[in-house]
């Protein structure tokens, strides 16, 4: 059984928007930090967005430069479910966006990961 899954990807022209789910199986992630990553092709993958736990990090949310003012990333705990809102895309952003689970964001590799979602920004 996967414990994160990914759904929401599809193909939009550039200035579109798309919302990303994860949805996290296992209760404990709760507690954990999601985070939202992507991999163009022929590219090293990169991480776009991170939002903590709301236990004790108050749920501190950060982005990438190059999806600030774009991107929202947002955690529905009653859902098991983090979200990644992403508007105004660009042919930039597409790729294949993972979420993943960590105790902290950014503080090392995370340790569980989805199968990914492919989101492709074209006119």
């Known amino acids: 059984q996967e414990r994160l899954v990914e759904s929401g990807g599809g193909s939009v022209q550039p200035g579109g928007s798309l919302r990303l789910s994860c949805v996290y199986s296992?209760?404990?992630?709760?507690?954990?930090?999601i985070g939202w990553f992507r991999q163009a092709p022929g590219k090293e993958r990169e991480g776009v967005s991170c939002?903590?736990?709301?236990?004790?990090?108050?749920?501190?949310?950060s982005y990438a430069d190059s999806v600030k003012g774009r991107f929202t990333i947002s955690r529905d705990t009653a859902k098991n479910t983090v979200y990644l809102q992403m508007n105004n895309l660009k042919p930039e952003d597409t790729g294949i966006y993972y979420c993943?689970?960590?105790?902290?964001?950014?503080?090392?590799?995370?340790?569980?990961w989805g199968q990914g979602t492919q989101v492709t920004v074209s006119s």
């Open positions: 296992d209760f404990t992630f709760k507690y954990y930090a």
């Open positions: 993943a689970a960590d105790p902290v964001c950014w503080n090392g590799e995370f340790d569980y």
């Open positions: 939002i903590n736990s709301n236990d004790g990090s108050d749920g501190q949310t």
